[in-house]
């Protein structure tokens, strides 16, 4: 998708309102960091995650990511040491 397409569909302020639903600052910043995808093999193996986890919350209730706590800091020194 070209960026006149991206502007026209206001797609920053839709990045915006999804990362405003994030329950961590790694979310915020994987919601601000999307963009279309053009690989329709990728497409169609997100179209499933996202049944499947729909699926999920439909036999489950509600799923909470609020307690998640970014750990990338502490996996980069394990790598490091």
């Known amino acids: ?3 006149k397409a991206l ?3 206001e797609f ?7 990362a405003s639903k994030a329950t961590s600052d790694t979310g915020r910043a994987l919601c601000l960091d999307i963009a279309p995808m053009t ?3 990728r497409i169609e193996e997100a179209q ?3 049944s499947d986890a ?3 919350l439909f036999r489950g209730g509600s799923i909470s990511f609020g307690s998640i706590h970014d ?3 502490f996996t980069k020194s394990l790598a490091a040491g």
């Open 1 to 3: 998708m070209n960026n």
């Open 7 to 9: 502007h026209i569909l």
């Open 12 to 18: 920053d302020n839709i990045k915006e309102i999804l």
């Open 39 to 41: 690989d329709i093999v």
């Open 48 to 50: 499933d995650e996202t």
């Open 54 to 56: 729909l699926s999920r």
């Open 71 to 73: 750990v990338t800091l």
